[in-house]
Structure formats: C-alpha cells, structure tokens
C-alpha cells in the first residue's frame, strides 16, 4: 500500500525494521565492544566513588564524581532503560546491559553443571525486586555510594558467579534471579516492536544441515514457541532463523490483549500487584508520609512508657541500616523497623485491595476464573510501569533541585503521564473484557479496572501534590 504522494509503502518500513534485526545480528562484534564499554564505564561509576569522602554542600554534579555517578545511576540511567523497555523492548538487556555481558563472559568458562530447581523457581522475580528495593530504602542507596556498590556490585559478582558454575554461553542469572527480569519483562510487553516467530514458516522449513551454524539464545528462550516479548533479550541473534524470525512492529496493546491470557502467570500478577502498585508505592512514599511519622511517634511514645529507649538511640553499621552521622544521616533500630513495617503495611494492603478489585472485574465477566483474573491483572502495566518510573524520575528532579536546576512543568508532565497511563490501563481493560462479555457486563468489569488505576494514581497524587 502507498502512503503519501513521495509513493512510501508500508512494506519499505516492515523490511526496513527486518533489516535492523538482520544487522543486529551481523554484528554481533560490535555489540561486544559496546557491551564492554559499558561496562568499563558501570564499574568505574559504581567501584570508584566508594573509596572517595562524601561530598560536601558545595559539591555539585558537574564538579564531583560520586555526585555524577549518583545522578547517571539513579537520575538518568534507571528511570530511562524503564522507559526503553515500553519503546523498544529488552534491547537494554541483549544489547548494552554490563551485567548480562559479564555473567554471559564468564560462562564461557563455565563448569557447566545443569541449572538446579532452585534457581529456576518462579518466585524469584519478585522476591529479587521486594528485597533489593527494601535493602536499598533501609542503606539509602540512591544518596550513597557504598551501599550502590553493595547492591549493584553484590548483584553483578553473583552475576559472574552463576555464569562460572551454570549454562555455558548461557545468562542463566538474566533468566531467573536478576532482581529487575521481572519489572522487564512486564514492561517489554507493551513495546511496539519486538522479534515475532512464524511459526507455519518454521515448521515448513528445512531443519539446518548437521554443523550448519544455528544461533545461540543466552537468556535461554524457547524462540519457536516464543509468543511475546517478555524473556527476549532483542539481541537480534535469532533474526532470520529458518526464515521465521524477524525484527517487526506490532500493535502496544497486542501482547497484552491476545497472548497475555494465554499464558497466565501468578509470578507476574504478584510482582503487578503487590510488587510495582504496592511494595513501590511504600518505598517511594514512606520518607514524605504523615503516616510514617505517626507511627514511629506512636511506637516511640510506647517504649518511653515501658521504659525502654534502646531502639530509639542505637544504629546498625551503614550496610544494615543508614548511618553517616557526618551527614546527620542516621536511621535508628526504631526508624528501620517501622520503615519495614510501613512498606509491608503498603505491600499487603495495596496489593490485597488492587487483588479484590481485579477479582471482582473477572467475576462481572461470568463465574470466577483465574485465567481472566491474571490476564486482567496484566491491563494495568501500563500505571504499574508509570508509578515506578515516576518515582525514580522524582530522584532526577531532586538531583538537579539541589544543584540549581530548575526543571520546568514537572507537575503538569506527571500529571499528564498518570492520566495517560490509567487510561490506557482502562482502554486495555475494555479490550480484554470484550473477549469474554458484551454490554453492561463488560462495563463493570472495565470500570473496576479503572478504579484499581485511579488507587494507583491517588497514591502517587499523595506522594507529589498532597505531602
């Protein structure tokens, strides 16, 4: 078909965004020496800054190198390889990602044992994103550099150890136990171009002639049954294969609406719910909420009366809880358990209550299934990917106030982004309600839907216009 009077097809851009897959591919050489630039440059900005003294009030970003490696770290490099995951899927991961490319380097010389059920378990996803999101509240990981070092140095060295024991050439650490696989692998589902498999065209073709060089898959994806682009890496390794693999656009709202039910998934609805609508809220939330300090008042009010303070006066060493009394910085025994509760209170509450909400949006349907509850649960990625993202970029916002640089319109984008995303979390809704009902029927179930997303921005609403 022809668009435009300059005689554009449609089918130039298809083969165009094929060829892309194609020379990723090719040059695999090169995709080598960027991974390692990459990583040269992370383990000069995570290693470096730790042995250098704190900077003072007077330091700013441009003129100190732990400011610098703060604000590329939390300010510019977390919050935008998110936003990369809902454009253009994994590529982060296949190709630029410093940890993937050493855990894959190091398994070339791997034992290769095989990969023990342990490893492969499906919780991991979510444990791996609660417990390095509350570890980092407890150091305060955005605002020092040895605790980054101990999270993401701590991360990356078991990276490199389960390259050297399991999978040779393989990411088994990327496709089971990388605290971020799961918020990806939510995310990369509502990018529009991804590496999609004929399958006809596979099946049809000729199987490779014995030695013929295949393609190797390192975050071990099972790419001729592969539907989605949750676990691909974009690597561009497999385009072309047999004829059946190819770099292509597709619709943002596709995988959501015709795979996700097919492949329901309690690990993602988990993380969905009770990990980047509920767990993320409390961790962002809790340094600015009137609840916090009315439950820490509470408590410490408590231990008066009974006459024990210790937990108001003692610390924990800096990689346990935050103590840099130089800074003034200090997070007693008192201010880490009430920290754990609050995140737990927002964990078990949010994520009980979005539950009910979605439960109910299935049981408008017909008779209660979990299928359409998981596959429902998948509509709100969409204000679940916001959320996070929004609350990293509150750190980008915070690292530029302190030096003087005033970023301009910040409410009205968030605000802006919130509507957008529940929106689409709703429009989402709509569309997979019409796969099981019609009518008034399929109203309710969209509107509870919507009522889980106008929790989720209420929340944030709290976080940036109320507190």
């Known amino acids: 078909?022809?668009?435009?009077?300059?005689?554009?097809?449609?089918?130039?851009?298809?083969?165009?965004?094929?060829?892309?897959?194609?020379?990723?591919?090719?040059?695999?050489?090169?995709i080598r020496a960027v991974q390692w630039a990459v990583v040269a440059f992370y383990v000069f900005l995570v290693a470096v800054p730790a042995f250098l003294p704190?900077?003072?009030?007077?330091?700013?970003?441009?003129?100190?190198?732990?400011?610098?490696?703060?604000?590329?770290?939390?300010?510019?490099?977390?919050?935008?390889?998110?936003?990369?995951?809902?454009?253009?899927?994994?590529?982060?991961?296949?190709?630029?990602?410093?940890?993937g490319a050493l855990s894959e380097a190091a398994s070339r010389w791997s034992r290769g044992y095989a990969v023990p059920r342990w490893i492969t378990w499906s919780g991991w996803p979510f444990i791996a994103f609660a417990g390095t999101t509350v570890y980092g509240q407890m150091t305060s990981v955005y605002g020092y550099p040895k605790p980054a070092l101990a999270?993401?140095?701590?991360?990356?060295?078991?990276?490199?150890?389960?390259?050297l024991l399991y999978g040779r050439n393989k990411r088994v650490w990327c496709r089971y136990l990388c605290p971020v696989n799961g918020v990806f692998a939510v995310l990369s589902k509502l990018a529009p171009l991804s590496f999609q498999v004929d399958r006809g065209v596979w099946a049809a073709s000729p199987k490779p002639a014995q030695g013929t060089a295949s393609f190797n898959c390192a975050p071990l994806v099972p790419v001729k049954a592969?539907?989605?682009?949750?676990?691909?890496?974009?690597?561009?390794?497999?385009?072309?294969?047999?004829?059946?693999?190819?770099?292509?656009?597709?619709?943002?709202?596709?995988?959501?609406v015709h795979v996700a039910g097919d492949e329901p998934s309690w690990e993602q609805t988990s993380l969905i719910l009770f990990g980047m609508l509920g767990l993320a809220?409390?961790?962002?939330?809790?340094?600015?909420?009137?609840?916090?300090?009315?439950?820490?008042?509470?408590?410490?009010?408590?231990?008066?009366?009974?006459?024990?303070?210790?937990?108001?006066?003692?610390?924990?060493?800096?990689?346990?809880?935050?103590?840099?009394?130089?800074?003034?910085?200090?997070?007693?025994?008192?201010d880490g358990a009430?920290?754990?509760?609050?995140?737990?209170?927002?964990?078990?509450?949010?994520?009980?209550?979005?539950?009910?909400?979605?439960?109910?949006?299935?049981?408008?349907?017909?008779?209660?299934?979990?299928?359409?509850?998981?596959?429902?649960?998948?509509?709100?990625?969409?204000i679940a990917g916001c959320g996070v993202f929004l609350g990293l970029s509150a750190l980008t916002i915070t690292f530029l106030r302190g030096d003087g640089i005033v970023v301009p319109y910040v409410a009205e984008i968030r605000a802006a982004l919130l509507t957008g995303a529940a929106l689409w979390s709703a429009w989402l809704a709509w569309r997979v309600a019409g796969l099981s009902a019609g009518g008034f029927r399929r109203a309710l179930a969209c509107a509870c839907i919507a009522g889980a997303a106008a929790v989720s921005v209420a929340n944030w609403v709290l976080l940036f216009w109320v507190w």
């Open 54 to 99: 704190l900077p003072d009030n007077t330091q700013h970003i441009w003129s100190n190198l732990t400011l610098a490696a703060q604000f590329a770290f939390w300010g510019i490099w977390w919050p935008f390889v998110l936003v990369s995951m809902v454009l253009v899927g994994r590529v982060w991961c296949g190709v630029f990602c410093p940890e």
């Open 281 to 334: 809220v409390g961790a962002f939330q809790w340094s600015s909420s009137p609840y916090f300090l009315d439950m820490k008042q509470a408590a410490a009010t408590w231990l008066i009366e009974h006459g024990t303070t210790w937990p108001l006066e003692a610390s924990a060493p800096w990689f346990v809880l935050t103590n840099y009394p130089d800074k003034n910085d200090v997070m007693t025994l008192l």
């Open 226 to 256: 592969m539907r989605g682009a949750g676990a691909c890496h974009m690597c561009g390794r497999c385009s072309g294969h047999r004829g059946a693999v190819r770099l292509a656009l597709r619709s943002p709202n596709d995988e959501i």
């Open 338 to 382: 009430i920290l754990l509760v609050y995140i737990g209170a927002a964990t078990l509450v949010l994520g009980l209550g979005l539950s009910a909400l979605v439960a109910l949006a299935a049981r408008m349907l017909g008779p209660f299934s979990l299928r359409r509850f998981h596959h429902l649960t998948q509509t709100l990625i969409p």
């Open 151 to 163: 999270v993401l140095g701590g991360s990356t060295l078991a990276a490199i150890v389960v390259g």
């Open 1 to 30: 078909m022809t668009a435009g009077a300059g005689g554009f097809r449609a089918g130039d851009l298809d083969a165009g965004i094929a060829r892309l897959g194609d020379w990723l591919r090719a040059h695999a050489g090169a």
